[in-house]
Every structure is written in C-alpha cells, then in structure tokens.
C-alpha cells in the first residue's frame, strides 16, 4: 500500500510492516509516485508471495520508496524513472 508522503506500508499474513518515505526537498510533482513504487516493488515477488519474511517486506517497500521518491524530483512520469542506480545511491 502506498502512502504518498506518509510511506508505505504491506499487510502480509500475520505482519503489518510500515516504512517511512523519503522525502525530498525539491519535489517538484508526485505525477508517476505511484506506478513507479509498484514496477519497483514487483521484482521482490517474482518468486510468488508464499514465503515473504518481514525483511523482505521492509526491503521492498524502502526500496519502492525510494524510486518514488526520486520520480517526485522531475517532470513527466515514466521517461524519467529511476535507473537503479540511481535508486541504491539513495538509499
């Protein structure tokens, strides 16, 4: 579940993990926030959503956070997506 500036946060079984976003100072539009944070968090289920831990919930969703974040910095929406190094320099 996004959250916009209030993070993230995924209901799994019995967990509830929560992860704050990264806010920027120079946002300049939240256009593409949301399809961004989900193609980033999509690789992390590629193995299906059988046996996720509670690590790996935190780790998609700062990892989602993250390359929303960094969307919110420029115009436009998926032609300006975060490389993924781009994404592992912010976190």
């Known amino acids: 579940l996004s959250m916009g500036r209030d993070g993230s ?19 300049i539009e939240t256009t593409g926030a949301g399809d961004t944070f989900g193609h980033a968090a999509a690789p ?7 046996n996720l831990t509670k690590q790996q919930l935190k780790e998609m969703l700062t990892f989602a956070n993250a390359a929303a974040s960094i969307i ?11 490389s993924l190094e781009e994404i592992q320099r912010l976190l």
Do not use: H, I, S
């Not at 992390?44 to 059988?50: A, P, Q, R, T």
């Open 9 to 27: 946060r995924a209901y799994y079984k019995d967990m509830l993990v929560e992860v704050p976003a990264f806010l920027q100072k120079n946002t």
């Open 44 to 50: 992390y289920m590629k193995d299906g959503l059988d």
């Open 72 to 82: 919110t910095t420029r115009k436009g929406a998926l032609r300006v997506m975060p």
